[in-house]
């Protein structure tokens, strides 16, 4: 949780920027810089803390976190969240409206179930339920194929970061390849093939982007966001800072791709590998550090037992101008960006 957490809020002020400008603009991905010194978490941390409610109050039940999810994310959309992916913000308004979580999804291709997919991938350790879940919590708000694979990816990779220290770069793609065999996501293999290629060869994640056609940025297309996420991951499996810093500085989607390789490396690593005055510096309210951390134990000892209960939660009165507040200071850091240093 707080690996996501830490990695958005880092990444967020960097957001859609190339490298250059990103770096000329703000300087190294050391510290926050939204506001000097706090850490601010947007919809990548919010999704991650939803998923995690769904999981305490349904538990496995398929079904009944697909529900569940859905009117999570139905109460989250109401609340008027900033910076959200159009496919989510579609999907979601169709929610809002009646429209069955079976139903909802939009062919979209983009990286918000990715962004979801670390939770799920730490919590449950049966990958035949964990490939159920990440279907369902894909489909609620994207449809197109890719974006489920996509998913699926980052799931496993969490997974196996927590679950199999020793794990290779070879050992993942053959996981990964045995577990979409059955799917026609041949095209999302010879990426993430082409990414371990160049991890072994011992290659900088900037130098593989190149390659990709992604020196830019990383867009939030999932296949150029799982290949990007991937790589740094498994060229900093247990180094959460190196990691972190590297996919910020690549550019593009930051907010996100930071988010998915924080959760990645920290399922390894846990909390004390994320440097302590980042974890100090997150000050969102009122997703506090500490209302997540409750939330995240609270889903440890729900997964311990195999005993749902009522998760964590936070009143409407908080979030809406907790949220509102947030929209104010994202449109005025969009008007800074446009002025030099170019």
């Not at 999704?47 to 769904?54: G, I, P, R, T």
Request: glycine residues 10%; aromatic residues 8%.
């Amino acid at each position: 949780m707080l690996g996501v957490a830490v990695g958005d809020a880092l990444g967020l002020p960097y957001e859609n920027l190339s490298r250059r400008r990103g770096l000329r603009l703000f300087g190294e991905p050391d510290r926050y810089r939204l506001l000097p010194g706090i850490g601010l978490i947007s919809d990548d941390t919010e999704h991650n803390c939803l998923v995690a409610q769904s999981l305490i109050a349904q538990g496995t039940d398929v079904e009944r976190f697909q529900a569940d999810f859905a009117r999570r994310l139905r109460r989250w959309a109401l609340l008027l969240p900033a910076g959200t992916g159009r496919a989510t913000i579609v999907a979601s308004a169709k929610l809002c409206v009646g429209v069955s979580p079976e139903r909802s999804g939009v062919f979209s291709a983009g990286n918000g179930p990715a962004m979801r997919a670390p939770m799920l991938g730490v919590a449950i350790r049966d990958l035949d339920l964990l490939r159920q879940l990440v279907r369902v919590s894909t489909r609620v708000t994207h449809t197109d194929p890719k974006a489920e694979f996509g998913a699926w990816a980052i799931a496993l990779a969490t997974n196996l970061s927590w679950n199999e220290p020793g794990l290779t770069p070879q050992h993942y793609l053959q996981r990964l390849t045995e577990t979409l065999a059955d799917d026609p996501a041949g095209e999302l293999i010879e990426l993430i093939a082409k990414a371990v290629a160049s991890v072994e060869a011992g290659e900088t994640t900037a130098a593989f982007l190149d390659s990709q056609g992604l020196g830019k940025g990383v867009s939030g297309y999932v296949y150029h966001t799982v290949p990007a996420a991937l790589h740094v991951w498994l060229s900093y499996p247990d180094d959460y800072r190196n990691a972190v810093q590297t996919m910020i500085a690549c550019g593009g989607d930051t907010d996100t791709t930071a988010a998915i390789v924080g959760g990645m490396v920290a399922a390894r690593t846990g909390k004390a590998g994320i440097p302590a005055e980042w974890i100090a510096g997150l000050r969102d309210w009122p997703r506090t550090t500490r209302w997540m951390e409750t939330l995240a134990a609270a889903l440890a000892d729900s997964i311990e037992t195999g005993i749902t209960a009522q998760p964590p939660r936070l009143p409407w009165w908080k979030e809406l101008p907790r949220n509102l507040a947030f929209l104010t200071l994202v449109i005025g850091y969009g008007f800074r960006r446009l002025l030099p240093p170019y």
